[in-house]
Structures are given as C-alpha cells and as structure tokens.
C-alpha cells in the first residue's frame, strides 16, 4: 500500500514506540492520529510530530471508547486505512506466583482485549472495502517466552496468534496484517521497567535501546510491502532458533500407533 494520504491510527501513541511509529507514517505523508489513554500525552505527541496530526483521549479497553474515538477520527480524516493496535503494559520481572489475579487480568485487557476489539472493529470495513492494512504490536516475546515475564509473554504470544490468524481471514479481501516484534526500545515502559536495578546494570540497558522512530520506518515499510513479520531486533535470531529447535526435536511418532492425521481448513 502506498501509504502516502493514508489514515493512520495508531493506539498508544503517546510515547515509546507508538510515537515513532505515527512519526514514521506522517514522515511518508500519511494522515495520522493518536490515541492514548492519557491524552495529554498523545496530544503532546500531535504537536511535536505537526504535519496536520491529531489526538484522542482513549482506552483500549472499552468498545464505547473505540467506537467514540473512531467517530472523531473519521470526521477529521475519514476512514481509516491502516490500524496500528500498539498500546500495551509491562508487568514487573517476578515469578509468577508474585504476580496478582489483577495485574494478570489488566495485561491481558490492554494487551490482549485491546486489540481484538480494534480488530474487530475496523477488520469488517477494511474487508468490504477491499483495502486496508492492520498492524499489531506484539513482542519480541511473543516468539520468545521469558521467565519472571510470564503474563506478559502469555499476552503476547496472543497477540502473534491472533494477528497471524486474522492475517488468513483477510489476505483474500486484499487487507494485510503485520505483526511488530520488538526488542528492548526507549519508551516509559522500558525506562520503568529499570526502576529497581542497579545503576551500572540501567547504565548498560539503556545503551542497548533502539530509538523508537526506527522501529516505526520497519512498520510503515511492512504495510508498504505487505509483510507479515516485523523483525526490528535480529539479534534474538540464536535464541528463537534453540527454540523452534527444541520444538522440531519434540516431534516424532504419533502418541497413537499408526495415526495418519493431516490438517482439514474450516
Ligand atoms: N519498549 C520496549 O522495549 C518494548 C518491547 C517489546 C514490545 N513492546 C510493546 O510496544 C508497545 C508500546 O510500548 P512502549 O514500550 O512504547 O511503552 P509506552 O509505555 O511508552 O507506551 C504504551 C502506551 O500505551 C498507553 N496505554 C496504556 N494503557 C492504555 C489503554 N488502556 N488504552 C490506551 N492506551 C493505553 C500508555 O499510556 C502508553 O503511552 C506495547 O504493546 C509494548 O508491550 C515494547
């Protein structure tokens, strides 16, 4: 999709890589709109980004939210052409059995709730229209679980199964899906993430993050070419392959002796 005039909306927008995503775009001539459950911040984001961009004040969470929010965004720009599900939440590094039933249920609602209901929402026109380009942000840990990190990769490893499912549903209405796996990126929640540790140890991290701006510029080149998958950190390749290794060594004989199987689309 050229994405140049395009209608742009990007969730979460009011920091971190979801302002350098709706950067991107409006750097390739895009009309964009943030939103963001703070909307101080998405509107700050509006201003330092200029080029015509606007801001709502929305959560995720809420289908009245989306459905008001995409009122307003439709009666400035009209309908939108690419969603970028972005806003997301972290947990603290713990184990599991430290983590509560509502930390549990709040990551799973902004990470995981939020971005069917966007899906849901636009999927629908994008299809009867023929055109339109959905991009959700999952993680580098939606490939790749990480222990003391379990709620969230669940969350995220959701958000890569749903994405790559409705990437099948809609590839024969001309509507792509892309899914964003990003590593470690300066945002709030990344410098958060840093509170407790040691100086030398935030010292060596923050060295490690991506700008977020960059992250957006592999965004809009995937919705211009179509692609699936989002690698913006290649150096987790290693690790993803002892993985995907480890799955292709569990595969052997059927558990029942001489089962043929096969896979039969629904
Ligand atoms: N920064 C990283 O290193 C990193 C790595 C992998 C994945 N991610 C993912 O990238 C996405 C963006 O995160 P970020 O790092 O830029 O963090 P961030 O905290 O800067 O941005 C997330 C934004 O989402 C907003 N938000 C939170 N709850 C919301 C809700 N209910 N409705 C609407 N907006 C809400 C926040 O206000 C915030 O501005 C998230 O999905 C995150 O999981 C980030």
């Given amino acids: 999709m050229d994405v140049s005039g395009k209608v742009v909306l990007v969730t979460g927008g009011g920091g971190g890589i979801g302002a350098g995503i709706t950067e991107a775009f409006a750097e390739a001539g895009a ?26 004040q929305h959560d995720v969470t809420s289908p009245e939210s989306w459905a008001q929010m995409k009122t307003g965004v439709e009666a400035a720009f009209g309908p ?3 969603l970028c599900n972005n806003a997301g939440i972290s947990l603290p590094f713990k184990p599991m059995e430290d983590i509560t039933l509502d930390q549990f249920d709040r990551v799973m609602a902004i990470n995981v709730r939020g971005v069917f209901l966007g899906c849901h929402l636009f999927m629908g026109e994008m299809k009867a229209r023929g055109s339109g380009h959905i991009v959700n942000t ?28 409705i990437g099948q549903e809609l590839a024969p209405f001309g509507v792509g899906v892309s899914i964003l796996y990003p590593g470690l990126t300066r945002s709030r929640m990344s410098e958060g ?11 060596a991290i923050a060295g490690k993050m991506m700008e977020p701006v960059w992250l957006g510029r ?28 480890a799955l292709y060594a569990a595969f052997g004989e059927p558990a029942q002796p001489d089962f043929a199987g096969g896979r039969i689309d629904v």
């Fill in 31 to 56: 009309k964009v709109a943030i939103t963001d459950i703070n909307g101080d911040w998405a509107q700050a984001e509006a201003t330092r980004i200029g080029r015509g961009a606007i801001a709502f």
């Fill in 138 to 165: 999952s993680s580098v840990n939606g490939q790749l679980p990480h222990g003391t990190f379990a709620c969230y990769s669940a969350s995220k490893f959701a958000v890569s199964g749903l994405s790559e499912s």
């Fill in 218 to 245: 592999a965004v809009v080149r995937a919705v211009q070419e179509n692609q699936l998958h989002i690698i913006t950190h290649p150096d987790h390749l290693d690790a993803l392959k002892a993985r995907v290794d």
């Fill in 193 to 203: 993430q840093m509170h407790d540790l040691p100086d030398d140890i935030k010292a």
């Fill in 80 to 82: 939108v052409d690419v």
